[in-house]
T-cell receptor, first 115, second 117 residues
Framework: DAGVIQSPRHEVTEMGQEVTLRCKPISGHDYLFWYRQTMMRGLELLIYFNNNVPIDDSGMPEDRFSAKMPNASFSTLKIQPSEPRDSAVYFC?????????????FGPGTRLTVL | AQSVAQPEDQVNVAEGNPLTVKCTYSVSGNPYLFWYVQYPNRGLQFLLKYITGDNLVKGSYGFEAEFNKSQTSFHLKKPSALVSDSALYFCAVRDDAGGTSYGKLTFGQGTILTVHP
C-alpha cells in the first residue's frame, strides 16, 4: 500500500496567489482529514470528509480556504488568495470505519511558504 | 466534548533510561486513545491505541501506554530509551459518544522527547 499521497511536497508562492494542495487517501478508507501544523498553534483540524461528504469544517480559518472531495480517491485544499500567515505544513490523513476504525494514517505533508 | 492535554512541552532522558510522556484526557463517554510520533519533516506515524480491554497497550518500537480511568490518563512509556526515539509525540482522543465527533480525533499540543547519548 502506497499510503496517503500528498502533492506538492513543497510550495512557495507569493501573497495573493491561489494555492491548491492535493491528497490521495489510502484505498478503501472512507474518512479524509485536512490538518495544519504551525509552531504557534500546533496541529489543527481544518475539515474532514466521510464518504466524500464534508462533515465538519469548523476548523477552516476563513472563506479564503475551501476543500473538495470529488471522489473517494482525491481531495483538494485551496487557498485563494494566500497570505503569509497561511505558511504552515498541511497534512492529509485518512481512516476507515470498521475493524481498525479511528486510526488515522497521515501523508508526508505539504510545506507551504507564502512570501 | 473531547479534549486532551500533554502537560510537558519537552522531556529529556538519557539513553538506556526509562521514559514517560504524559497525557490526560476528557470525554463524555468512553475514550479511544492514541499515540502518534512525528520525526522531523515527516507526517505523524501511529504508535498504539487503546479502545477497550487490557489497560496496558503495547505498540511499535517497544513503546507501551497505560490507560488509567480514575486518573483519566494515558501515559506513553518505554523501558529503555534510544537516541533514535527523539521526536515529537502526540496524544489523541476520541469520545465514543459519537454524534458529530464520530471519526474525529482531538490531538494534544505535542511533547518533544530528546534522548541524550
Amino acid at each position: 500500500d502506497a499510503g496517503v499521497i500528498q502533492s506538492p511536497r513543497h510550495e512557495v508562492t507569493e501573497m495573493g496567489q491561489e494555492v491548491t494542495l492535493r491528497c490521495k487517501p489510502i484505498s478503501g478508507h472512507d474518512y479524509l482529514f485536512w490538518y495544519r501544523q504551525t509552531m504557534m498553534r500546533g496541529l489543527e483540524l481544518l475539515i474532514y470528509f466521510n464518504n466524500n461528504v464534508p462533515i465538519d469544517d469548523s476548523g477552516m480559518p476563513e472563506d479564503r480556504f475551501s476543500a473538495k472531495m470529488p471522489n473517494a480517491s482525491f481531495s483538494t485544499l485551496k487557498i485563494q488568495p494566500s497570505e503569509p500567515r497561511d505558511s504552515a505544513v498541511y497534512f492529509c490523513a485518512s481512516s476507515r470505519t470498521g475493524l481498525n476504525t479511528d486510526t488515522q494514517y497521515f501523508g508526508p505533508g505539504t510545506r507551504l511558504t507564502v512570501l | 466534548a473531547q479534549s486532551v492535554a500533554q502537560p510537558e512541552d519537552q522531556v529529556n532522558v538519557a539513553e538506556g533510561n526509562p521514559l514517560t510522556v504524559k497525557c490526560t484526557y476528557s470525554v463524555s463517554g468512553n475514550p479511544y486513545l492514541f499515540w502518534y510520533v512525528q520525526y522531523p519533516n515527516r507526517g505523524l506515524q501511529f504508535l498504539l491505541k487503546y479502545i477497550t480491554g487490557d489497560n496496558l497497550v503495547k505498540g511499535s518500537y517497544g513503546f507501551e501506554a497505560e490507560f488509567n480511568k480514575s486518573q483519566t490518563s494515558f501515559h506513553l512509556k518505554k523501558p529503555s530509551a534510544l537516541v533514535s526515539d527523539s521526536a515529537l509525540y502526540f496524544c489523541a482522543v476520541r469520545d465514543d459518544a459519537g454524534g458529530t465527533s464520530y471519526g474525529k480525533l482531538t490531538f494534544g499540543q505535542g511533547t518533544i522527547l530528546t534522548v541524550h547519548p
